[in-house]
């Protein structure tokens, strides 16, 4: 039977969190002289920015449950994806001893949070399909391993985990979490995890404003979980990790759930099209099914091809060294001229002579710069 107390590091049991002057008093109105405040008013026109945000972020939490189908109480808001991925390292990973599972290809952040926590990482590669080899992460895990994450829809492949295999997983891991990345989920025909929040215990399950909500300069993450690990989240978190001028536009964007419905519907027409013509290319080896706001692509020679587009400003992202994505670019759906623009290079680039491009660069480094996300 899955128990978190027995998860968790032990001093986190015992932890005092830290207690703002926004916890000790909720209330919107007052004369507030409690949190050391400028009374005077901000250095900027464009707002009053003088107080404190609410550090819980109630007044979202409180829109976004009905829309997501969860409780307010089990929603934790970060700064991005991000911040809930390194707090649940560190609220349940002792350095040098436990460790976390990943499957690559997989989102670079799980590895990154684990390396900079001193957590060891064990990889169980997918299947050359992109799907989990279940048998293969059953026996993985250990008595140590406190995480295991699953990203669905996957990235950098894009395509959705078979679910009977998340399944098994959640059944069998009674001493881990299991966290389900979402980040892409709207793009995706198919119900999301936090509709099985109150079966699974040791579920949790991140998105973001990030995507589909367009509010990628906002750093917003979401994470769905029990009340009882979103208490502990919120014991261990910064206690104001997310600004007023974000909550306000979060509250805001919450109010056009239909504007974002429609943008998703606009970017999987482009995707259809997109994939469509990519396949009609001498060029193009495998265009891979996606769930996602993104096609994986091989082409016949991917690093000449990255490197031709970026000399023509057409920037993608080069996955050829990615393990299962040998030769392969990431190439996000743009808008119509976006898109055209991509496929009229592609096409173009084999009418130009090789002789006539500019050198991009001198070295790996220079010309095809690695980045440790693969937001």
């Not at 096609?295 to 080069?318: G, H, N, P, S």
Request: glycine share 4%; net charge negative; with cysteine.
């Amino acid at each position: 039977m899955f128990s978190l107390n027995n998860l968790l590091r032990p001093h986190i049991l015992t932890l005092m969190p830290y207690s703002s002057a926004r916890d000790e008093y909720t209330g919107k109105e007052g004369t507030f002289l409690d949190a050391n405040e400028n009374p005077l008013g901000s250095t900027t026109d464009t707002g009053d920015y003088n107080r404190y945000p609410d550090p819980h972020q109630w007044a979202i939490k409180q829109r976004l449950a009905p829309i997501k189908g969860v409780r307010p109480e089990q929603i934790f808001l970060g700064n991005g994806s991000d911040e809930p991925i390194d707090l649940l390292v560190r609220a349940t990973c002792v350095p040098g001893v436990d460790s976390l599972l990943i499957m690559p290809p997989t989102y670079g952040m799980y590895e990154v949070s684990a390396a900079v926590n001193d957590v060891h990482t064990i990889k169980v590669p997918l299947t050359a399909d992109f799907q989990v080899d279940t048998e293969a992460v059953l026996a993985a895990i250990t008595e140590n391993t406190k995480l295991i994450w699953l990203c669905s829809p996957n990235n950098p492949s894009g395509n959705l985990l078979q679910p009977n295999a998340i399944r098994i997983i959640l059944d069998a891991a009674h001493q881990s979490l299991v966290i389900v990345d979402e980040a892409y989920i709207d793009f995706a025909n198919t119900p999301s995890w936090t509709s099985e929040l109150d079966k699974y215990p040791n579920l949790v399950v991140l998105q973001t404003f990030s995507k589909a909500w367009g509010l990628a300069a906002l750093r917003l993450g979401m994470c769905f979980a029990s009340e009882e690990l979103i208490r502990v989240l919120n014991k261990i978190k910064p206690p104001y990790n997310i600004s007023a001028p974000t909550q306000t536009l979060a509250l805001e964007a919450l109010n056009h759930e239909a504007d974002k419905n429609s943008m998703v519907m606009q970017i999987l027409n482009e995707r259809q099209v997109l994939a469509e013509n990519l396949r009609s290319l001498s060029s193009v080896q495998i265009v891979h099914a996606s769930d996602a706001n993104f096609l994986l692509v091989q082409f016949a020679d991917a690093k000449a091809t990255f490197e031709y587009l970026i000399e023509q400003q057409v920037i993608v992202r080069d996955r050829s060294k990615v393990k299962l994505c040998d030769g392969c670019l990431r190439i996000s759906v743009g808008t119509t001229d976006e898109n055209e623009r991509l496929l009229a290079m592609l096409r173009q680039m084999h009418t130009v002579p090789s002789s006539a491009r500019l050198p991009l660069g001198t070295g790996e480094e220079a010309t095809k710069p690695e980045l440790v996300s693969n937001a």
